[in-house]
């Protein structure tokens, strides 16, 4: 049942504190002549904010996240939203983005990567960044050329300098992967992760949330009690209910321990209990987290990464105490965690 589907998806949690700076998004025009479009046809969008100081040869690229859209009539529906559409991204957001938590400037929120290039893809092609097929389909008008954005995004990215990067990215499916599996298959980090020689940090919480609401039952098939426990665990759910959240638990910690053999430091993880999907951009993710208790060995998830990224020391930690979902997002009132960040 429960699979590492890890991939790239952040949940993107605006809220009204400091520790944030905007930046202005920008319409990659130059990819309509590769087709390198958006489900609508609109042209990809991105973020960047430069790297300073010592940052300035590193990069950290970042390929928002949000689902696939799994039928014609999702991706219409999505074409017609943020993530399907550069246009409506940016009558949305009034063509601004605002970086936090890692993707923070300030040393203060942010101490470890303040000063890196940050470089965001928007997501807006419904699968991905992997489709790619050349004709728009003649019933709606819709576009599938996710590669291509991928492909066009990492031209402007050595176009504005990442040719001198100590720290790249480079994501497509090896091919030592898609000789044993199907492509698919290769999308699941059990499958990819040995083939992957770049190393690697993990975050990813044991009771995903996204995973635990939308993947564990099937659309057409989900209890409507199930989604109400999703949404309000303290209130909804009954212990049958739990013990699906346990299994799922133990299975995507049997799977990772099966998938992550090697302690050296080329393999970094933190694995926590929080109910929640998306760690690196909310600010509540950050050094002055608010996450309540959601700490590993003594350390948040950007002090566990920004250890084992500047070889101050390895991290290979999962939360072993936890085995109910922990719902870490326990309102903390503005004023409190103002005093605690030192605003
Ligand atoms: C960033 O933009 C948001 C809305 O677009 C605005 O509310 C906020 O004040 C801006 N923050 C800064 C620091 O300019
Ligand atoms: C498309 O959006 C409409 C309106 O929000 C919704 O009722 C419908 O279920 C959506 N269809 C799909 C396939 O997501
Ligand atoms: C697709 O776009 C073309 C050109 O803008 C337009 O003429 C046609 O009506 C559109 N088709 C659909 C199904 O929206
Ligand atoms: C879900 O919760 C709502 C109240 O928020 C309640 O009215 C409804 O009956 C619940 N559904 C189920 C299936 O428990
Ligand atoms: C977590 O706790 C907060 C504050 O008590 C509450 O607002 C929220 O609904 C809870 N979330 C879940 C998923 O139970
Ligand atoms: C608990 O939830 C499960 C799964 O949603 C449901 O099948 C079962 O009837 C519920 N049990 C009680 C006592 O409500
Ligand atoms: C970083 O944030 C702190 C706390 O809000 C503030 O005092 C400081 O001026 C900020 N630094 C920069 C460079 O903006």
């Known amino acids: 049942m429960a699979s590492l589907l890890v991939l790239i998806t952040l949940c993107l949690v605006a809220v009204g504190i400091e520790g944030t700076h905007n930046?202005?998004?920008s319409v990659l025009e130059t990819a309509i002549s590769r087709g390198a479009v958006c489900l609508d046809g609109t042209p990809p969008a991105y973020a960047y904010s430069p790297g300073f100081g010592e940052g300035v040869d590193n990069w950290h690229v970042f390929l928002e996240g949000g689902a696939w859209c799994g039928s014609t009539a999702g991706c219409?529906?999505?074409s017609g939203t943020s993530l399907g559409s550069s246009?409506?991204?940016?009558?949305?957001?009034n063509g601004i983005q605002s970086f936090s938590g890692m993707l923070d400037d300030n040393s203060t929120f942010n101490p470890d990567f303040y000063n890196w290039h940050v470089f965001k893809i928007f997501y807006c092609d419904g699968s991905s960044f992997?489709?790619?097929?050349?004709?728009?389909?003649p019933k709606d008008n819709l576009t599938y050329r996710?590669?291509?954005i991928y492909d066009a995004m990492m031209?402007?990215?050595?176009r504005i300098g990442m040719g001198n990067a100590r720290?790249?990215?480079?994501?497509?499916?090896?091919?030592s992967c898609t000789s044993k599996f199907s492509p698919t298959l290769c999308f699941f980090p059990e499958n990819l992760l040995q083939d992957i020689q770049t190393p690697m940090f993990l975050i990813e919480s044991a009771f995903d949330q996204y995973q635990l609401s939308s993947n564990v039952y099937p659309t057409n098939a989900k209890p409507p009690r199930w989604v109400n426990c999703t949404l309000d665990l303290q209130t909804f759910c009954n212990w049958t209910e739990i013990e699906i959240m346990r299994d799922f638990r133990y299975t995507f910690i049997d799977t990772l321990k099966r998938t992550i053999t090697d302690s050296s430091s080329r393999r970094g993880y933190f694995v926590h209990s929080c109910y929640r999907h998306g760690h690196l951009e909310d600010p509540q993710g950050s050094t002055c987290s608010s996450l309540v208790g959601n700490v590993l060995a003594d350390k948040t998830i950007p002090q566990a990464m920004g250890d084992w990224y500047y070889d101050r020391s390895g991290f290979q930690e999962m939360d072993m105490v936890n085995n109910l979902p922990r719902n870490c997002s326990t309102a903390v009132d503005e004023a409190t965690f103002r005093k605690k960040c030192g605003t």
């Open 23 to 25: 930046v202005t998004i």
């Open 76 to 78: 219409l529906n999505r």
């Open 87 to 93: 246009a409506k991204l940016i009558s949305i957001n």
């Open 130 to 137: 992997m489709s790619d097929i050349e004709d728009v389909d």
């Open 146 to 148: 996710g590669l291509r």
């Open 155 to 158: 031209d402007e990215l050595l």
């Open 167 to 175: 720290n790249g990215l480079a994501n497509t499916l090896p091919t």
